[in-house]
């Protein structure tokens, strides 16, 4: 292309927030008064996802998670630095939820070393001041995040469609899992998601495992257990309580495989986590679990039909206490009440 604007979206965060910024991304993109070349920041783990979808010239991985191990890795985001600040980009838009003043400086800062014509985002926590034009501090509030950054899309001068989110996957999960579910053709298909990102959203395995084996029964449904490296203890003590009826791919499926797997599902039951707003995307019919975060802002964003979310009311959500010793938003929900939500939406979506 010949003199495109370059933009640099910023989203260093994981797989579901890269699914909920899809629809900003695409607003984005959509704007054709001149060639556009988008390049994403975004953290490692979504950059593998990333990399499957088509407004992309390139994904560039910042090891966020990585560097609170290893302060090694520093050396790395140096060179990153580095790279961007060559390019000279036309507009940097962030899109992440900036949760403190904390957070708002190094933010700030980091944008402060990258060179751009306009520097977008929302003034929230004081990062206003580092930028050239922004929405308002209270953008996120009371809203569902997809709607909130839209609004910083538009403000990028993005052109909006009636779509919503939307993910992608390499091409080649199609040939590599197709058979494998050719082999349960007949089946009602339910995928299972164990894990979460932190403890306090991981409701009990024996719950999961009971909700199934009553699923199993009923259905003669063939259960798919999910989940990346971290989940697979989890994942194998719930194959160990239903042992038939049972394949347990956590921690095999590669991040941009794992959209078409989710695709094939008749049901996936899910704690509030990245398969899940994967599954929203996908139009999976789903029942998710949510504990310390508020579904109004962060819950799938997809028709209603297509979704069953569990929750609790209780007074101390939102919650970012990542060890908390008494998760009560979730131990108050009960398998009886899973196993029901489960039930009505297969009875509604089952395969004929």
């Known amino acids: 292309m010949d003199n495109p604007k370059r933009i640099l979206i910023i989203l260093i965060a994981g797989i579901g927030d890269l699914v909920l910024a899809s629809k900003a991304i695409r607003t984005i993109s959509n704007a054709k008064e001149l060639p556009i070349c988008i390049s994403l920041l975004t953290s490692s783990e979504a950059a593998i996802l990333a990399r499957a979808y088509p407004y992309f010239e390139k994904v560039y ?19 990153l630095v580095k790279i961007l600040r ?94 494998f579910f050719d082999n349960i053709l007949g089946k009602i298909v339910i ?62 499926i590669p991040l941009d495989e794992l959209p078409y797997v989710i695709s094939r599902l008749d049901l996936l039951l899910t704690n509030d986590s990245g398969p899940m707003h994967i599954g929203a995307a996908t139009k999976t019919p789903l029942v998710a679990l949510f504990g310390p975060e508020d579904p109004k802002r962060f819950g799938p964003y997809s028709t209603p039909d297509l979704y069953r979310v569990l929750q609790k009311d209780v007074s101390c959500r939102p919650c970012r206490d990542e060890r908390c010793p008494k998760p009560i938003c979730l131990e108050m929900i009960t398998p009886d009440e899973v196993l029901s939500a489960c039930v009505e939406m297969l009875q509604a979506y089952k395969p004929s």
């Not at 990585?66 to 140096?78: H, N, P, S």
């Not at 798919?224 to 490296?229: E, N, Q, R, S, Y």
Request: hydrophobic fraction near 40%.
């Open 61 to 79: 991985a910042f090891p966020i998670r990585e560097l609170r191990k290893d302060k090694g890795r520093l050396l790395d985001i140096a060179r």
């Open 86 to 179: 060559q390019m000279e980009f036309d507009q940097i838009v962030n899109f992440y939820l900036i949760g403190s003043k904390a957070g708002a400086l190094k933010m700030g800062l980091f944008f402060s070393m990258l060179k751009a014509g306009a520097k977008i985002g929302h003034d929230r926590h004081g990062f206003g001041r580092f930028l050239t034009d922004s929405v308002s501090a209270s953008t996120f509030e009371n809203r569902h995040v997809v709607d909130a950054m839209q609004e910083i899309a538009l403000k990028a001068g993005g052109i909006p469609d009636d779509r919503g989110i939307e993910v992608f996957w390499n091409p080649g999960a199609v040939s590599k899992w197709s058979p």
């Open 191 to 252: 995928g299972l998601n164990p894990g979460g990102d932190r403890p306090s959203r991981r409701w009990a395995p024996e719950r999961f495992a009971a909700v199934a084996s009553k699923l199993i029964e009923r259905f003669d449904a063939q259960f798919i257990l999910l989940g990346g490296p971290v989940d697979c203890e989890i994942a194998s003590s719930i194959e160990r309580e239903i042992p038939s009826m049972v394949s347990n791919l956590s921690g095999t």
